[in-house]
């Protein structure tokens, strides 16, 4: 190719490049956002972010094919993006439907507030609506805007490809699931696509024909190999590692709905501003039931950990579970409950103790008969609606207090504690039982005891003193302090009847529901449940009766009782209209106390743990952010490490630097530097258009020249004298510009994309 030709199609080669580059940046932003839709659902925002991103790259590449400063650019881009989030959000208040207005402006608090709204409320995958929508779409906008000047103006497109990758991992770590390998071979593509133009671009521009080819295949060739070691990392060595778990954090659906936590860790879900329902009960019963999903017999001294055990199939119709074997004087009611779920997504099904059978369930569904409870391992109890037949018993006080704890058929874990239980848990348990007569009285008394006025309920007083867990130094704290929510007051109340000898558990559900209307034609009572009603208690096993639930958490519910029998002709009959049955701790008459005071103790009706219950939405908007800031401040923080390391040299007397660095300060304050402009000419033009004395520059021009054509090396004369010349240039020129000139050289350094002068390079070359 001769020099005219190279020179006739160069600028349609960089007009190629520039295209490539764009396209690549959009590729990248529809790769990064695959895994968003697993927390955001796809919909109409998704158009409208994709059309704006469109649109910006569009922009930008028309104002560099013009030939117009980077910085016309990035300031054409964030025109049309104003312009199109005024479009699509806020034509009604702008001129010609797009231009935006101070009422227009005036509406984007509203909106922002409407996002926060649905990010505490909404359910993943969020169905966007406007607020949310806006937000999103304007995030895609600046994400391009960043990019399009981090790839495109700057050439740093490795930069950018760490903040896709950071972009598309946000999803991953609001909500733990296995690796997206489509989404991340996609992402990949497009990362090693933007490396190759540009180094494809820089070798044509830098390197002498006859290397030109070489250097391609070798960037090729590298290419391909790191593309092959991302398909095997992402493809083999991913999935072999640990998956993270299912995360069941209950709460209040700020962000993602609520799930159940069978971990205990309950607290900071329980302290969220907002509650939303979950399920809705009716029951032929008397009341409405406590809904059981996990029992946590294992206990190390630090965890208590869910049940596991042999599991059957649920049918769909007939029973999964056989009735509880009780002794033949106790009464048995049988009753029938139905549950239709809403927002709560967990593999754990809320029924009510004890369930015989459960029917109309969708999907595949396991039974675990050691703690008759349902679970999934792959569907969800959202939108299930599901009945539940159980087959109550109802002992009398007289036939509870007769019968002993434990029995044959219990293992040793419900009894097992570990060897260094503190000396307070096994005392006090000790000292507030001393009286008690029966095993049932004691639990009465300890029942008692814990919610006395000694105890108060408190979502925020185990955070304060630092014992927000179910461990056993928690407990012993929790004892001292007497403040705690209902996992202190489940967890202290089974350590307690364990240290007594008594077999126990720790269950994990939800409290009776609000009464909220009657179903006439079956005659039973309709109740509402919230997600603030998910709730601990532990159980305690009687022979002959089964697990019996108690309710020490103070000033929350009705506590276990059990009236006195009044023979009717049928054993174990009652006279009590209000006799609470074993399955239900506290859910006696529907005007119980339910936890509806926002600012009393009530007001989280089931709290427990130390884990932060994580809101994807406003993750996923945060750490956009974080990462659009970090993108922004890259630049900047580039171009100062550079003008550190060019200082260091300048003051060992490198002449070369010296020049470097005017030069470079020069492109930064917008003086045009073109690489074929001698430094004679460059010299003489800063002192006649730019002010600079003609000795300070002449100082730094002469030791230049004499690297250059010297055979001793790039250090010439004084280095303190030189240090001080370049300073003066620096000082003259930054005078004589505008401060707004000034501080864009510090935001937006155009030197980043700047090729040192060939002359320079081979001075390096020189003296290595």
């Known amino acids: 190719m001769s020099v005219r030709e190279a020179g006739t199609s160069a600028p349609v080669r960089r007009r190629r490049d520039l295209a490539l580059l764009s396209l690549g940046v959009f590729a990248g932003i529809v790769a990064a956002l695959l895994p968003v839709f697993s927390v955001i659902a796809p919909g109409s925002w998704t158009a409208g972010a994709l059309v704006a991103a469109a649109a910006v790259l569009a922009s930008g590449l028309a104002v560099r094919f013009s030939r117009l400063p980077a910085l016309a650019a990035t300031v054409v881009e964030l025109i049309v993006g104003v312009l199109l989030l005024t479009a699509l959000f806020g034509r009604g208040t702008a001129v010609l439907g797009v231009i935006p207005t101070p009422a227009t402006i005036a509406s984007v608090p509203t909106l922002y507030a409407a996002a926060s709204e649905e990010i505490r409320l909404g359910v993943a995958p969020v169905e966007p609506a406007t607020g949310l929508a806006f937000v999103l779409v304007a995030a895609i906008a600046g994400l391009a805007i960043v990019l399009d000047h981090v790839v495109l103006t700057a050439r740093m497109p490795l930069l950018g490809g760490v903040g896709l990758v950071a972009v598309s991992l946000i999803p991953t770590i609001a909500i733990p699931a296995a690796v997206d390998v489509p989404a991340v071979l996609v992402l990949a593509a497009t990362v090693l696509f933007l490396l190759r133009v540009d180094v494809r671009s820089r070798t044509r521009s830098t390197a002498p024909p006859r290397s030109r080819s070489t250097r391609a295949?070798?960037?090729?060739?590298?290419?391909?190999?790191?593309?092959?070691?991302?398909?095997?990392?992402?493809?083999?060595?991913?999935?072999?590692?640990?998956?993270?778990?299912?995360r069941f954090a209950?709460?209040?659906?700020?962000?993602?709905?609520?799930?159940?936590?069978?971990?205990?860790?309950?607290?900071?879900?329980?302290?969220?501003?907002?509650?939303?329902?979950?399920?809705?009960?009716?029951?032929?019963?008397?009341?409405?039931?406590?809904?059981?999903?996990?029992?946590?017999?294992?206990?190390?001294?630090?965890?208590?950990?869910?049940?596991t055990g042999d599991s059957v199939t649920v049918p769909d119709d007939g029973p999964v579970f056989d009735p509880v074997p009780v002794d033949g004087d106790i009464a048995l009611a049988d009753w029938t409950t139905n549950v239709?779920?809403?927002?709560?997504?967990?593999?754990?099904?809320?029924v009510p103790y004890p369930a015989s059978a459960v029917t109309g369930l969708e999907g595949e569904w396991l039974g675990l008969p050691s703690n008759r409870t349902i679970v999934s391992r792959s569907g969800s109890s959202r939108n299930q609606d599901y009945q539940a037949e159980a087959i109550v018993p109802r002992p009398t006080?007289?036939?509870?207090?007769?019968r002993p704890v434990g029995g044959d058929e219990l293992g040793d874990a419900v009894r097992a504690l570990p060897a260094d239980v503190p000396a307070i848990i096994g005392e006090t348990a000790r000292?507030?039982?001393?009286?008690?007569?029966?095993?049932?009285?004691?639990?009465?008394?300890?029942?008692?005891?814990?919610?006395?006025?000694?105890?108060?309920?408190?979502?925020?007083?185990?955070?304060?003193?630092?014992?927000?867990?179910?461990?056993?130094?928690?407990?012993?704290?929790?004892?001292?302090?007497?403040?705690?929510?209902?996992?202190?007051?489940?967890?202290?109340?089974?350590?307690?009847?364990?240290?007594?000898?008594?077999?126990?558990?720790?269950?994990?559900?939800?409290?009776?529901?609000?009464?909220?209307?009657?179903?006439?034609?079956?005659?039973?009572?309709?109740?509402?449940?919230?997600?603030?009603?998910?709730?601990a208690w532990p159980e305690v096993y009687f022979r002959g009766i089964g697990w019996v639930p108690f309710e020490p958490t103070n000033s929350l519910g009705v506590p276990t009782t059990f009236a006195p029998g009044a023979t009717t002709g049928a054993p174990g009959a009652t006279t009590a209209p209000d006799q609470q049955d074993?399955?239900?701790?506290?859910?006696?008459?529907?005007?119980?106390?339910?936890?509806?005071?926002?600012?009393?103790?009530?007001?989280?009706?089931?709290?427990?743990?130390?884990?932060?219950?994580?809101?994807?939405?406003?993750?996923?908007?945060?750490?956009?952010?974080?990462?659009?800031?970090?993108?922004?401040?890259?630049?900047?923080?580039?171009?100062?490490?550079?003008?550190?390391?060019?200082?260091?040299?300048?003051?060992?007397?490198?002449?070369?630097?010296?020049?470097?660095?005017?030069r470079a300060y020069a492109v930064d304050?917008?003086?045009?530097?073109?690489?074929?402009?001698?430094?004679?000419?460059?010299?003489?033009?800063?002192?006649?258009?730019?002010?600079?004395?003609?000795?300070?520059?002449?100082?730094?021009?002469?030791?230049?020249?004499?690297a250059i054509y010297a055979e001793d090396d790039a250090r010439s004369g004084d280095a303190t004298v030189l240090a001080a010349a370049v300073d003066r240039v620096r000082a003259r020129l930054r005078t004589a510009t505008s401060a707004v000139r000034r501080a864009l050289a510090v935001m937006l350094p155009r030197s980043l994309t700047m090729r040192e002068q060939p002359a320079t390079v081979e001075v390096r070359e020189r003296v290595g």
Not at 218 to 241: E, K, Q, Y
Not at 467 to 484: I, K, N, S, Y
Not at 583 to 596: K, R, S
Request: glycine residues 10%; charged residues 15%.
């Open 217 to 246: 295949q070798g960037a090729s060739a590298t290419a391909l190999g790191i593309a092959a070691v991302a398909v095997v990392v992402t493809l083999v060595a991913v999935p072999l590692l640990p998956q993270p778990g299912l």
């Open 250 to 307: 209950s709460g209040t659906g700020a962000g993602f709905g609520t799930t159940i936590n069978p971990t205990l860790e309950l607290g900071n879900d329980l302290r969220q501003p907002r509650e939303i329902d979950v399920l809705t009960v009716t029951t032929t019963g008397p009341s409405a039931p406590y809904l059981r999903a996990v029992t946590l017999s294992q206990f190390d001294g630090a965890v208590w950990q869910p049940d």
């Open 340 to 350: 239709t779920v809403g927002e709560l997504d967990s593999p754990w099904l809320p």
């Open 397 to 402: 006080l007289e036939q509870i207090r007769s």
């Open 431 to 535: 000292s507030v039982t001393a009286d008690a007569q029966s095993p049932y009285d004691a639990l009465v008394a300890l029942q008692s005891w814990f919610r006395s006025s000694q105890f108060r309920y408190s979502l925020d007083a185990p955070v304060d003193a630092g014992f927000d867990g179910a461990g056993m130094d928690a407990v012993a704290q929790f004892l001292q302090e007497r403040t705690g929510y209902c996992v202190h007051f489940a967890s202290a109340f089974a350590v307690m009847a364990r240290t007594l000898d008594m077999p126990s558990r720790i269950v994990v559900g939800y409290l009776p529901g609000t009464r909220s209307g009657s179903v006439e034609q079956t005659g039973t009572t309709e109740f509402t449940v919230t997600s603030s009603q998910l709730h």
């Open 582 to 662: 074993a399955a239900t701790p506290g859910a006696a008459a529907t005007d119980a106390p339910q936890l509806g005071d926002q600012d009393g103790p009530g007001a989280a009706a089931t709290g427990s743990g130390a884990a932060d219950a994580q809101n994807p939405v406003g993750v996923l908007l945060t750490l956009g952010g974080v990462v659009l800031l970090l993108l922004l401040a890259a630049p900047a923080t580039l171009a100062a490490r550079r003008r550190r390391s060019r200082a260091r040299l300048i003051r060992a007397g490198d002449a070369v630097a010296a020049w470097a660095e005017i």
């Open 669 to 706: 304050l917008g003086i045009p530097a073109p690489d074929a402009e001698s430094p004679r000419a460059f010299a003489a033009r800063l002192v006649e258009v730019h002010g600079v004395d003609a000795d300070d520059i002449g100082l730094v021009r002469d030791a230049l020249e004499h």
